[in-house]
């Protein structure tokens, strides 16, 4: 690991001071930055760790559908997956269902490198990230990113107002 520890200068200009948008995108490249970190030992980026566990999750996925999912352009994702590959991480095999699309899986290496060791490694990375905060607050944290995340009833997309009629 880095003995770099991650920049926690958050400072912003006074009127900035209380926007939640800067604020959240302050928070978010202080996560990135101690979760690069966390990745860096295995020689993995946080997009790598995304892709991994994207196929752990859903199962084996063309290279188009893991760069829609996390709105990685598709040269990166190339990129991407072409370092898993010679990782030995991730097998390219022919999508049984559109012979000319590559379907993205996981090598057993693969599980086994994000099961017990990416896995814990991002979840420390997230400890260290949310130290200032107490476990109760930490709770509460997590249930108000999940209703701003996924509780969108009645809120019109993109501009935060109700819906209308």
Known sequence: MSTESPRTDLSVPGFLSSS????MSKANNLFVEIFESAMEPFGLRSKDFA???????????????????????????????????????????????????YAIALTGEGVSLLRHKLGPAMLSALDAFLTPLSPDEREQFNRLLWRLVHERDGVAAGNGRARQG
């Open 51 to 101: 892709v991994l566990t994207a196929i752990d999750a859903m199962g084996p996925q063309s290279q188009q559908q893991l760069a829609r999912s996390h709105g990685i352009d598709r040269t990166t994702m190339v990129s991407v997956v072409d370092g898993l590959e010679r990782l030995g991480l991730v097998q390219r095999s022919r999508d049984p269902d559109d012979r000319r699309k």
């Open 20 to 23: 939640t948008s800067v604020l």
